[in-house]
């Protein structure tokens, strides 16, 4: 859950909408307070299904919670924000403590972190000129992605969900799909000519194929600056892990170093963030991989992981209004596709290549 606060907390009203009835009745008899003693503060989910709040009595403000609101309520035992952090917990990794879950009402209570996340720490740390903050937090953002990877065995003997799930051919192939009906479609509207859209496809069919059969480890699956939060100790924290799954080795490098971004990262500045993950790797135990190998991965998992993320942001912007948020980032992202494909040792795929450049 990365997340913006609202301007103003929420205060019991009859125009309060259900989801904020719903938090405001819990949050009293978690409590034990009248309901307009609740203070409620909504945050702007980061494109996702759920809604989330910050709640608080009123007589005690600073001791706060974060109300994650599902659409509908759920089984606890068979939910996946659950079942993940309990792998994750298991694994010594930092997430948010579950306090309270009501199933029920659709509630998962869980540890304020905070309005910090790793976005705006670095953006903050850059206007102030700290260049050595920024290295040794990047670094701790690494070693974290190498300390999932070491949890890949605990997941697939656990029986938890992460270690039966993961990107093979079908899950890669529905996300570049998204990307398709969304960018050419949603955005662009675009008009294809005489078979350049099953080229295309054919294309992102290719990649989704190269891709799946590479060997496997943990991941996240979203692991971009804005789902890892700065503490109120100045730690990093892992949020929205429950789509974990098992999947490339660079497949949580790849957001951290080069998603999100106004213009395309700095190849050299990636490469040296590259050999410290290789470098940590080693540290932590987990078997070497060859470089050159590694490097290859890393440009074709830059081009599906940024076409997916192209995806998300043109359905953001082309179908739910949210362009003020998402647009900003299509175009860098297209630019670090193409810049991807030229690497070295990957194949020409010409169609979907030549569709990005003409666009």
Known sequence: MSSQISEKPLKASAAEDLSEKRVRGYAARYFAIPLDAVLIAGLTPDASTRKYYRVSPQSKPDASYIISLYPTPFNPQNNSYLDV????????????????????????LQEDLGDRSLAKWL???????????????????????????AASELAATSGSVAGGLAFDEDKL???LNYFFDHFFGSLRHHEF?????????????????????????????????????????????IIDHQDARMGPVTYDLVPLLVERRLQPADETWVGQYQDYFLRTRIRLGLPPIEEREFRYE????????????????SYQTGVCGRGEYYEKYIGPAVATVLRAMRGTGM???SALRAALENL
């Open 123 to 149: 953006s903050d740390a850059e206007a102030a000129g700290s260049q050595t903050g920024i290295e040794e937090m990047l670094q701790r953002a690494i070693e974290l992605i190498a300390r999932i990877q």
């Open 193 to 237: 000519a005489d078979g350049e859209e099953q080229a295309i496809k054919n294309d992102l069919r290719a990649i989704a194929a190269e891709l799946s059969a590479r060997p496997r480890v943990l991941c996240h699956r979203d692991y971009h600056a804005m789902n890892l939060m700065v503490d109120g100790r100045g730690e990093l924290r």
């Open 85 to 108: 952090t309990r792998l994750f917990e298991r694994a010594h990794l930092p997430v948010p403590r579950v306090i309270d879950v009501a199933g029920t009402d659709g509630i998962v």
């Open 298 to 313: 890393f440009h074709l998992m830059t081009v599906q992981r940024q076409l997916k993320a192209t995806g998300t942001f």
């Open 347 to 349: 194949r020409d795929y």
């Open 173 to 175: 192939s529905w996300e």
